[in-house]
């Protein structure tokens, strides 16, 4: 009976100690994520808010602030959508590799898809801007799906799931 104890006890203490280091993992990428994007998004990431809303078709990527009246932050967001939309109808997704890095799921299939095959388009909503990613191939969709999810990941407090 005591071995059984001192067992539940130490296999206790192993699992708090691997989930104490995976938060800590966690948050040192969080860091590092929110540090590179100081570099390539031009809006403050506390003023603001990433929402990435899946859809059947693909998904829509939304930026606004968290105060309406905040228009220099509303006018950061939209200049920076509206490269970034430039920048991937062309097949270029420098920026987000900057930020999230090479190996982000769904970067690769986003970057090799033909224009055919994947409609990105950019538009204002209110308090900042949107970018909705369109495509009939599945293989794309679920693609999306992965680069948002990874999206939500790496961006933390500032960004989420919109269902």
Same mark, same amino acid.
């Given at each position: 009976?005591?071995?059984? #104890?001192?067992?539940?006890? *130490?296999?206790?203490?192993?699992?708090?100690?691997?989930?104490?280091?995976?938060?800590?993992?966690? %948050? =040192?990428?969080?860091?590092?994520?929110?540090?590179?994007?100081?570099?390539?998004?031009?809006?403050?990431?506390?003023? =603001?808010?990433?929402?990435?809303?899946?859809?059947?078709?693909?998904?829509?990527?939304?930026?606004?602030?968290?105060?309406?009246?905040?228009?220099? %932050?509303?006018? #950061?967001?939209?200049?920076?959508?509206?490269? *970034? =939309?430039?920048?991937? %109808?062309?097949?270029?997704?420098?920026?987000?590799?900057? *930020?999230?890095?090479?190996?982000?799921?769904?970067?690769?299939?986003?970057?090799?898809?033909?224009?055919?095959? #994947?409609?990105?388009?950019?538009?204002?909503?209110?308090?900042?801007?949107?970018?909705?990613?369109?495509?009939?191939?599945?293989?794309?969709?679920?693609? *999306?799906?992965?680069?948002?999810?990874?999206?939500?990941?790496?961006?933390?407090?500032?960004?989420?799931?919109?269902?």
């Amino acid at each position: 009976m005591m071995q059984k #104890l001192w067992m539940v006890l *130490i296999c206790g203490y192993l699992a708090s100690v691997h989930l104490v280091e995976a938060q800590q993992a966690n %948050q =040192t990428r969080l860091a590092e994520v929110a540090k590179r994007g100081q570099k390539v998004m031009p809006f403050d990431l506390d003023k =603001t808010r990433h929402r990435f809303s899946k859809n059947n078709r693909g998904g829509i990527q939304q930026v606004f602030v968290l105060r309406n009246d905040d228009y220099e %932050q509303i006018g #950061l967001i939209r200049r920076h959508l509206k490269k *970034i =939309t430039d920048d991937f %109808q062309q097949g270029r997704f420098a920026d987000p590799i900057k *930020i999230h890095g090479h190996s982000m799921p769904g970067i690769k299939e986003l970057q090799q898809a033909k224009p055919a095959d #994947l409609a990105i388009k950019y538009q204002y909503i209110k308090g900042g801007g949107q970018i909705s990613y369109v495509s009939s191939h599945p293989p794309l969709i679920k693609a *999306i799906h992965r680069w948002f999810d990874a999206q939500v990941s790496d961006h933390g407090r500032h960004a989420g799931h919109h269902q």
